[in-house]
């Protein structure tokens, strides 16, 4: 299995007068972990509901192909489509009453590669009890429940929307782990929406970044990374050879300082860094995520 492709043709969601999607064209490659990043209200639950099926799009369209869906078809009130896209949400949307093995039953019924073996291994190790009921887990437990859902559903398209949240940091590095193990054993297209953009831009291969309903920029990871670039070193060092570049983030310790700028460096630049004594390497994703939606981005920069 390869997972599905996404396409999808100015795709607008408008509640009442707020625009949530603002004439998307995008194009997710199958088979590949996407990261979903944007500000608060840029949209990002709003896509996974339209890929997932749960919502209809006002104006354009989603089409989703490839795996053994064959021939593009839309998600909208298509069940065999939306059998094969699972999104996870942050509220989990799991029945409180019901115990954990109920869940689990649910979703073996609804998901046609489901894998029991993963799950019950996977409840193990976030060690969530089968027979406990949903409402007496606590939060993270929960979130964590999401989690094992969405992986063992193994759906050509699997989307985690925030889903992680509730959960401590070595959760999420579990998560983490489990995601990449199972990915690379049954390759699939994953997306995760996420504001944790430090924490996750290890495992993506492309992302894509809204801002107020639009797309900023879709991009494979290392060229977003080679957009810029982190100069450390002395200061005084430091700051000498950024004068006049266009300086994203700066960090300070002791006698040494982290910089990222924006755009390439010249190779005069890179001979005079290297003959300070200056390391240069990529761009951090987070920093170039904060300057591509702050409010007073200029178009020319993204
Ligand atoms: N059910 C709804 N009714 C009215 N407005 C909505 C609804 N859902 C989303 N919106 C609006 O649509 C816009 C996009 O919201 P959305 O939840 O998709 O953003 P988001 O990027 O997921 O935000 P966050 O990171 O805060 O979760 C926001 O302005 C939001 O207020």
Not at 143 to 158: N, W, Y
Not at 189 to 194: A, E, K, R
Request: aromatic fraction near 4%; hydrophobic fraction near 40%.
């Amino acid at each position: 299995m390869t997972g599905l492709g996404v396409r999808t043709d100015n795709l607008t969601v408008t509640f009442g007068d707020q625009v949530a999607l603002d004439g998307l064209d995008l194009r997710l490659a199958p088979g590949k972990i996407h990261g979903l990043l944007g500000r608060n209200g840029s949209g990002k639950s709003t896509l996974a509901a339209v890929l997932a099926g749960f919502r209809q799009p006002g104006v354009g369209r989603v089409l989703l192909d490839g795996g053994d869906l064959g021939e593009a078809r839309e998600p909208y009130e298509n069940a065999v489509v939306t059998s094969r896209v699972c999104l996870i949400r942050e509220s989990g949307d799991l029945y409180d009453a019901a115990p954990v093995k109920n869940m689990l039953g649910l979703a073996a019924s609804l998901r046609p590669y489901w894998d029991a073996d993963l799950a019950g291994d996977l409840l193990d190790r976030f060690e969530i009890p089968m027979r406990k009921r949903v409402q007496k887990l606590s939060r993270g437990k929960k979130s964590a429940l999401g989690v094992v859902l969405g992986l063992a559903s193994r759906a050509p398209l699997t989307i985690f929307d925030e889903s992680y949240l509730g959960m401590d940091v070595p959760s999420r590095q579990l998560f983490y782990d489990a995601l990449l193990a199972d990915y690379a054993e049954v390759p699939r297209t994953i997306v995760l929406s996420t504001h944790l953009v430090s924490e996750v831009s290890p495992m993506l291969e492309e992302v894509v970044i809204l801002d107020r309903g639009r797309l900023v920029t879709q991009s494979p990871v290392d060229s977003l990374r080679g957009r810029g670039a982190s100069i450390v070193g002395p200061a005084a060092a430091v700051d000498e050879l950024t004068t006049g570049l266009a300086v994203l983030a700066e960090q300070r310790l002791g006698g040494t300082k982290s910089s990222t700028v924006l755009g390439d460096l010249d190779e005069t630049l890179v001979r005079q860094a290297r003959s300070a004594g200056l390391e240069i390497g990529p761009v951090g994703l987070q920093d170039l995520f904060v300057h591509l939606t702050a409010t007073n981005s200029k178009e020319g920069d993204r």
